[in-house]
């Protein structure tokens, strides 16, 4: 069974950077590739980035890419997304979840993600 818990979301003005976190409970949490994805109100949800197994590749979502950088602390079972330069645009409950293949890498499709946590709302004002 594994579980996946976000944090560091909350309300930051345009330009402003957050931190969000995802700690991970269950077995093999290194072996896994790990995404992070997001949904506004109204919309469905979209690809933000992705990290591979050993944290040696990452991908990002045109819209976020080289202001957000996804990484990972295998030894704390935790996945991060700094986000920097947010945009009101940014709004949305973000998601983390876990690749659902063994030493799996980045991938932007949900469907190859099996567990998701519960999210946490990140806010960007104009």
């Known amino acids: 069974q594994v579980q996946l818990a976000e944090s560091g979301g909350g309300l930051v003005q345009a330009g402003g950077s957050l931190r969000l976190s995802c700690a991970a409970s269950?077995?093999?949490?290194?072996?896994?590739?790990m995404g992070w994805f997001r949904q506004a109100p109204g919309k469905e949800r979209e690809f933000v980035a992705a990290?591979?197994?050993?944290?040696?590749?990452?991908y990002y979502a045109d819209s976020v890419k080289g202001r957000f950088g996804i990484s990972r602390e295998n030894a704390k079972n935790t996945v991060y997304l700094q986000m920097n330069s947010l945009k009101p645009e940014d709004t949305a409950v973000y998601y983390c979840?876990?690749?659902?293949?063994?030493?799996?890498?980045?991938?932007?499709?949900?469907?190859?993600?099996?567990?998701w946590g519960q999210g946490t709302q990140v806010t960007v004002s104009s």
């Open positions: 990290i591979n197994w050993s944290g040696s590749s990452t």
């Open positions: 979840a876990k690749n659902r293949r063994y030493n799996s890498g980045t991938s932007y499709d949900g469907n190859e993600y099996g567990y």
């Open positions: 269950g077995r093999t949490f290194s072996n896994y590739g």
